[in-house]
Nanobody, 121 residues
């Protein structure tokens, strides 16, 4: 079993910042990468950012470029999303996805339960 747990969401004013964290634990042989997605009310879940564990390559959706920064701590199996200059349209539940290799050498994806981010004055 693999657990993926997000934290750091909350209420912030427009222009403010938040830092989300996501830790993966359990039966993990290695991690290919971890990423963030979000889902606003009435909308489909969308990609936000992802980072590869080996080499640290990062990819961002256009909506977050220049404002969001994804980073990782390999030793802690943790990924972070630093969000600056937040806008009301960033309001959503933010989900973390871990892409892992299991001890049986299988590729699996695991999602967290999500953390609410609300940007409002």
């Amino acid at each position: 079993q693999v657990q993926v747990v997000e934290s750091g969401g909350g209420l912030v004013q427009p222009g403010g910042s938040l830092r989300l964290s996501c830790a993966a634990s359990g039966s993990i042989f290695s991690i290919y990468g971890m990423g963030w997605y979000r889902q606003a009310p009435g909308k489909e879940r969308e990609f936000v950012a992802t980072i590869n564990w080996s080499g640290g390559s990062t990819y961002y959706a256009d909506s977050g470029k220049g404002r969001f920064t994804i980073s990782r701590d390999n030793a802690k199996n943790t990924v972070y999303l630093q969000m600056n200059s937040l806008k009301p349209e960033d309001t959503a539940v933010y989900y973390c996805k871990a892409r892992v290799r299991t001890p049986s050498q299988n590729y699996q994806e695991y999602w967290g339960q999500g953390t609410q981010v609300t940007v409002s004055s």
